[in-house]
């Protein structure tokens, strides 16, 4: 394979990181993964992957093999790359504000240890503006001529995260000049996809809105459930017909416990935060986030009702990962409702298909105290009060639902997620509860 040029990957062992590195290589690119994080370089150099993401594991092994894919812990390193993405995280700040601190000291550190001007691609979410922002900083810090900054948002899915890389919807990048557009979105532009080379904060825009427009959908088709449920519709029905209209498509109108996960929550808080901070209301997106939380709470009172209250109740939990196809549990609604049920005096037994422990989920020992793990649904069933199904595993859905309910002690399933078909299981004897169903 003709050998490329070199590119840098900073927060490289992380979830976009280490997808951009692992394909840049597969390109021909020599992908230099840099990270603070000395811990997932060590592991991965001995072969043990920092999360799972589907065919993510053979593409690193494969490139890594082959000499294209290597990590460090030496921001020198990337001085041969004249294009160096960043891929650190955004968390939400207490107030919904985007945290950027890790984008800013990446850049500045970058820019530092250089002799000559890199391109700095901001892959992070970043509230509109920043890209400016940071331009700023260089220049107050003498900083501008090692590094030039570029906005290139990042849409993939975790889950479908290779292949979305292969196959994105759009290349969007925000830069100053066409020139420098170009260069980036020639790095890898496959034929037939969209490319808008535009402005940085229209870039930054970009992506900021379309999660909020994606979370507004849900929260759209989790308000509709709740008339469903008055007026004996069925919200599945509802939404496909809903869907078959092509302006509006039915993707993202399946109802269920809302939005979770590490982006769309915090992406829209962050946009709201950017209302705020340019004095300007945003009722529809505020109330998009009140519809989420609501059904969060609004699934423990269901099975609060159900069972006469949850003191003392035995609940095995289904699914601890945001959606099915990852092992991240980061802002997963799995956590907010374990913890509501223990705070209400349940016990809990969980089963999830990839994430058998708290270590397994990286999570801290005590964030979920007392509660127990199950190898299989059908142990975490064994004696329960209730079946709760909080993520639509495909193997959930092709359980052997009369014996769940031989191991349950209360033939009772409350599913966030609706993967079952109501009439099938009532006919079981069982007490199927979803949403808006
Ligand atoms: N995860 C997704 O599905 C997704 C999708 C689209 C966009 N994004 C955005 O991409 C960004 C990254 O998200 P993620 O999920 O990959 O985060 P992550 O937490 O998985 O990875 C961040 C990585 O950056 C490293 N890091 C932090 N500071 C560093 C520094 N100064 N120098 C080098 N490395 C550093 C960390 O050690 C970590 O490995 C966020 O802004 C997120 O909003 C994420």
Not at 29 to 52: C, E, T, V
Not at 165 to 183: C, D, H, L, Q, Y
Request: glycine residues 8%; hydrophobic residues 40%; aromatic residues 6%.
């Amino acid at each position: 394979m003709e050998k490329k040029t070199a590119v840098g990957i900073v927060g490289g062992l992380g979830h976009i990181g280490l997808i951009q590195a692992a394909c840049l290589a597969k390109l021909g690119y020599k992908s230099i993964a840099y990270d603070i994080n000395s811990a997932k370089i060590k592991d991965i150099q001995r072969g043990k992957m920092p999360f799972y993401e589907p065919g993510l594991e053979e593409l690193v092994h494969e490139t890594m093999d082959n000499g294209l894919l290597v990590f460090t812990t030496r921001v020198t390193d990337l001085q041969e790359a004249e294009m160096i993405f960043i891929c650190t995280g955004t968390p939400a700040l207490p107030s919904g504000e985007a945290d950027t601190s890790q984008v800013y000291s990446a850049i500045e550190e970058v820019a530092r240890h250089r002799s000559n001007q890199a391109l700095v691609i901001i892959k992070s979410t970043v509230p509109a503006g920043t890209c400016r922002k940071i331009a700023a900083f260089l220049q107050e810090r003498d900083l501008a001529a090692r590094a030039a900054v570029v906005s290139c948002p990042e849409f993939l899915r975790e889950g479908s995260g290779v292949q979305d890389f292969w196959k994105p919807s759009r290349i969007v990048v925000g830069a100053p000049s066409r020139e420098t557009a170009e260069k980036v979105a020639g790095l890898y532009s496959p034929p037939g996809i969209p490319i808008l080379l535009t402005t940085w904060e229209n870039a930054e825009l970009i992506k900021h809105a379309s999660n909020a427009f994606l979370a507004s959908k849900i929260s759209f088709i989790n308000e509709i459930a709740l008339l469903c449920e008055q007026v004996g519709a069925d919200i599945r029905v509802v939404s496909r017909g809903i869907g078959l209209d092509p302006r509006i498509n039915p993707h993202f109108l399946e109802a269920g416990i809302g939005f979770s996960g590490p982006c769309l929550e915090k992406d829209l808080k962050s946009l709201l935060r950017q209302f705020q901070e340019a004095k300007k209301e945003a009722k529809l997106l505020e109330a998009a986030l009140r519809v989420n939380e609501e059904k969060r709470r609004e699934i423990v009172h269901k099975l609060q009702a159900k069972l006469g209250g949850l003191r003392g109740r035995r609940i095995a939990v289904l699914g601890m990962a945001f959606k099915p196809q990852t092992d991240d549990v980061r802002d997963s609604h799995s956590l907010p409702i374990i913890k509501q049920l223990l705070s209400a005096g349940a016990s809990v037994t969980v089963h999830d298909p990839w994430i058998k422990s708290p270590r397994g989920g990286r999570l801290a020992e005590n964030d979920l105290p007392g509660v127990e793990w199950a190898s299989s649904p059908h142990a975490a069933a064994q004696g329960k009060d209730a079946l709760l199904i909080l993520t639509a595993w495909p193997e959930y859905r092709e359980l052997d639902l009369k014996q769940i309910k031989d191991c349950l002690a209360v033939p009772l399933i409350v599913d966030g997620r609706n993967i079952y078909e109501s009439g099938q299981l009532r006919e079981l004897g069982i007490d199927y509860q979803g949403v808006g169903i």
